[in-house]
């Protein structure tokens, strides 16, 4: 099966053997996330004194991409209902700029949370409200050359003053990009599953990503995906 960016090649392969290595990876990669979406500042340097660890070599800010590319990874996170009318911003030298207004709330950006890590992101409206707004401002502190305990300084001083806010009603911010990389609490970059991240329940949020993970595996199409996304945003808001 085809991804939606078009760029995976079919191939015969061991789902079994794939469902219990994906959600090996859920188990591993979703504490990170849930730090990090919970309280960004923590989370934020947790991710920094991570990457220290690693071997990798140094990269102050991430590699640019082609905009199109860019634009078409980013609303890869979202459910085709709201990819079309979604903002979306690219990351260029200076840092990120918008390229698209949102028409329904929605807000598709690819963040780094480290330089070599990509994280495409599709946010809901409270979580456009709180979470995008420190995502360009640490790329901003990167071009600037500031180092990453410096911008742990700065976050968790902006939480602190009330400049970023955490949410205050339902957060949900869609992963569902088949390029997810992500950093894991040893600091090392790898692949992570489609999932969707809801501030309140991480019990929720683990469910999600498994049995889309089994979906997908079982050779679900992207529409049917789509359909259990949309169906599992209703359950949530109830």
């Not at 990170?32 to 102050?60: D, E, F, R, Y």
Request: hydrophobic share 40%; net charge positive.
């Amino acid at each position: 099966m085809e991804s939606r960016s078009g760029l995976d090649r079919p191939v015969r392969t061991d789902w079994a053997s794939t469902r219990r290595k994906m959600i090996g990876r859920i188990a591993i990669g979703l504490l990170s996330l849930a730090i990090l979406w919970i309280n960004p500042a923590v989370g934020q340097q947790a991710l920094t004194t991570a990457a220290a660890k690693s071997n990798a070599p140094s990269q102050q800010t991430p590699q640019l991409m082609d905009r199109q590319r860019e634009i078409a990874l980013a609303l890869s996170a979202c459910p085709l209902s709201v990819a079309s009318t979604a903002a979306v911003y690219v990351l260029e030298k200076s840092g990120y700029v918008k390229v698209r207004e949102s028409q329904n709330g929605f807000t598709a950006i690819i963040q780094h949370l480290v330089p070599t890590s990509q994280e495409p992101l599709c946010m809901n409206a409270e979580a456009t409200r709180t979470h995008l707004p420190h995502v360009p401002k640490v790329a901003e502190m990167r071009v600037q050359g500031k180092s990453p305990e410096e911008i742990n300084r700065f976050v968790a001083d902006a939480f602190t003053k009330g400049v970023f806010q955490p949410p205050s009603r339902t957060s949900i911010c869609y992963m569902l990009s088949t390029e997810n990389l992500v950093p894991t609490d040893s600091g090392v970059v790898q692949p992570f599953p489609p999932h969707v991240r809801k501030r309140e329940n991480a019990a929720v949020e683990t469910a999600f990503a498994v049995q889309y993970v089994t979906h997908k595996a079982d050779g679900a199409t992207q529409s049917e995906l789509d359909d259990f996304a949309s169906a599992a945003r209703k359950a949530s808001a109830q």
